[in-house]
């Protein structure tokens, strides 16, 4: 668990993109950086268009679950 993540919607693709605005200590690397789905938006960088890497996926599981926020 990284922390309280926040999810976007892109287009019609609901939930297509999410980030940790404030991710824990632990990693903290995470802090305001967006990720975004690969198998439901296509992703484009100087024109051209990203895919996963080797091994990478995208697992669905939902919302955080078990976390309140303060």
Do not use: F
């Not at 668990?1 to 632990?26: P, Q």
């Not at 051209?48 to 890497?53: D, S, T």
């Amino acid at each position: 668990m990284k922390g309280i993540c926040d999810y976007y919607d892109v287009g019609d693709a609901r939930r297509a993109a999410w980030s940790y605005r404030n991710a824990y200590r632990e990693v903290d690397r995470a802090d305001d950086m967006v990720s975004l789905a690969a198998d439901q938006i296509e992703v484009y960088l100087d024109g051209k268009q990203l895919e996963p890497e080797p091994g990478q996926h995208v697992v669905p599981h939902g919302i955080d679950r078990g976390v309140a926020t303060p």
